[in-house]
């Protein structure tokens, strides 16, 4: 069972949107703090926002600040990311990220997006 799946990924025109989710399973996701990351070839993967157990704060990198949105579900176990008027330079492949207060973590398996005319 693998414990963060990620989906919503794809091809989309500059200034588009597109929403991805990070499914969990196996774990308490509620008692996690969960990202989402991105990572383009030859480079280390980039924080792009983070949300608290219950949702009552978030945290965005530079680049997604005011265009991306992250949120949870704790019922359903999932999160989610907003993402709108798509750049170019938010090409990547997105992880999901769970880490939990006694060190626990986990990581997704990535999903692909593509950001081009």
């Known amino acids: 069972q693998v414990p963060l799946v990620e989906s919503g990924g794809g091809l989309v025109q500059p200034g588009g949107s597109l929403r991805l989710s990070c499914k969990a399973s196996?774990?308490?996701?509620?008692?996690?703090?969960a990202s989402w990351y991105r990572q383009v070839p030859g480079e280390g993967r980039e924080l792009v926002a983070t949300?608290?157990?219950?949702?009552?704060?978030?945290n965005y990198g530079a680049s997604a600040k005011g265009r991306f949105t992250i949120s949870r579900d704790n019922a359903q176990s999932t999160m989610y990311l907003q993402m709108n008027n798509l750049k170019p330079e938010d090409t990547g492949v997105y992880y999901c990220?769970?880490?939990?207060?006694?060190?626990?973590?986990?990581w997704g398996q990535g999903t692909q997006v593509t950001v081009s005319s």
């Open positions: 949300i608290t157990t219950t949702g009552s704060r978030t």
């Open positions: 196996g774990f308490p996701f509620s008692y996690y703090t």
């Open positions: 990220y769970a880490s939990s207060e006694d060190a626990a973590t986990y």
